[in-house]
Each structure stands twice: as structure tokens, then as C-alpha cells.
């Protein structure tokens, strides 16, 4: 590129998975995983207890270690409270995915009403695009 556009400046777009592993990263995301269940259980309003996506954390977190420059202290914090907030917004995005699961004929385990997903069902982004959607309906 730079033989081609000689001078001019280009950024290349990564994907999370390239913070991933930095050793703040891996480590914030041990220690938030308990921090996770723990939050399902004493957040108020929500409605989401993520298992599956316990895996997913890494993911969810990992441009906090860049952005705290590595202090684990200060991602455990940014991270608790993301995931507490992306639980509340999945608590509020479930009936959605519950919808999408049906009508993609999802087979639900027994006792289960709703469904959600902290990892993409927890995007600030996502949410606010859905409540700006809501007001057109």
C-alpha cells in the first residue's frame, strides 16, 4: 500500500481477537467470570443467567486492557461494569431473541421461557439502534 499510495496514511481494522492476547486481557477475564455469575444473581432487573457465554468474555472485554493500559485492577472494574449493564440490556433484548428462536423452530430445554445472549445480546450499540427502531413501528 505504501508503494502504491505513497505519503498517505491507512489504518488496518483487527478484529477483538487480536487483544485477546494480551496477558491483561486473558487475566480480566479469569477473574470476571465469577464476577459475572455473581452479578446475574444480585443486579436488580435482571433476568439473565448467562452459562454458555462465560466463554464470550474475553471477547466483550478485550479493548478494556489497551484502554487501561494494561491494569487489571481498573479492566476488572470497566469490565464488572459492562457486563452488568449488558445484562440488564440482554434482560430487555430477550424477548427478541425469544422470538427469533422460535421462529427459527429452536428446540427449548424443558422449563426454559425465555432466551438471551450477554455477548450479543448485551451490545450497547445494538440496544440503542433497537430502541430508535422502536419509535418508527
Known amino acids: ?3 502504491r499510495f505513497s505519503g498517505q496514511e491507512f489504518y ?9 492476547g494480551h496477558p491483561a486481557a486473558i487475566a480480566t477475564a479469569l477473574i470476571l467470570v465469577p464476577i459475572t455469575i455473581i452479578l446475574a444473581l444480585i443486579v436488580p432487573g435482571n433476568n439473565v443467567l448467562p452459562f454458555g457465554d462465560l466463554a464470550t468474555i474475553p ?4 479493548m478494556v486492557a489497551p484502554i487501561s493500559k494494561g491494569n487489571v485492577f481498573r479492566s476488572v472494574i470497566i ?8 445484562l440488564l440490556i440482554a434482560t430487555n433484548v430477550a424477548p427478541l431473541h425469544t422470538q427469533a428462536a422460535i421462529d427459527a423452530a429452536f428446540q427449548f430445554p424443558e422449563g426454559a421461557s425465555k432466551i438471551s445472549s450477554i455477548c450479543d445480546g448485551a451490545n450497547p450499540l445494538t440496544w440503542v439502534l433497537l430502541q430508535i427502531m422502536k419509535i418508527f413501528r
Open 1 to 3: 500500500m505504501q508503494k
Open 79 to 86: 469490565g464488572a461494569i459492562v457486563i452488568g449493564v449488558g
Open 12 to 20: 488496518i481494522g483487527l478484529d477483538s481477537a487480536v487483544a485477546i
Open 59 to 62: 471477547f466483550m472485554i478485550a
